[in-house]
């Protein structure tokens, strides 16, 4: 579960609707008789919307699924290359300095490691560390 906060528009329980509420009273008086209204106008046809979807849900036949591979998608042995490498994928090499120029790394604070060219920057580096 997520600590942030969220849009107060975001469900995390489900999809199940509030209690609705309204500005006023007419605007919840109207809704209420638009209600009814649906309500009888159903009963009127003879269409109990709740009735219907139960019984098409119950006569339906089960689904059935099974896995099977499309007409011609009959897939061949496809053979690996050999490049004549011992395993899977070849590692590349870690980089080196091969320079002359730098003499070494020195570290300031924690994980700042910072070349070293020459003597006085690692006196420089070494009197930072100290003060």
Same mark, same amino acid.
């Given at each position: 579960?997520?600590?942030?906060?969220?849009?107060?528009?975001?469900?995390?329980?489900?999809?199940?609707?509030?209690?609705?509420?309204?500005?006023?009273?007419?605007? =919840?008086? +109207?809704?209420?008789?638009?209600?009814?209204?649906?309500? &009888?106008?159903? @009963? @009127?046809? *003879?269409?109990?919307?709740?009735? @219907?979807?139960?019984?098409? =849900?119950? %006569?339906?036949?089960?689904?059935?699924?099974?896995?099977?591979?499309?007409? !011609?998608? &009959? %897939?061949? &042995?496809?053979?690996?290359?050999?490049?004549? &490498?011992?395993?899977?994928? %070849?590692? +590349?090499?870690?980089?080196?300095?091969?320079? %002359?120029?730098?003499? !070494?790394?020195?570290?300031?604070?924690?994980?700042?490691?910072?070349?070293?060219?020459?003597?006085?920057?690692?006196? *420089?580096? =070494?009197?930072?560390?100290?003060?």
């Amino acid at each position: 579960m997520s600590m942030h906060l969220h849009h107060p528009g975001l469900s995390l329980n489900g999809k199940r609707k509030g209690k609705v509420k309204f500005r006023n009273s007419a605007e =919840a008086q +109207k809704a209420r008789q638009l209600e009814t209204e649906w309500k &009888e106008l159903q @009963k @009127k046809w *003879d269409i109990d919307a709740e009735d @219907k979807k139960r019984k098409r =849900a119950l %006569t339906a036949e089960p689904l059935q699924y099974q896995l099977s591979t499309p007409a !011609g998608r &009959e %897939t061949r &042995e496809l053979p690996s290359r050999n490049t004549g &490498e011992a395993g899977a994928i %070849t590692h +590349k090499p870690s980089p080196q300095y091969t320079g %002359t120029k730098m003499l !070494g790394i020195g570290q300031l604070h924690k994980s700042n490691a910072v070349p070293v060219f020459c003597d006085q920057d690692a006196i *420089d580096i =070494a009197r930072m560390r100290r003060n």
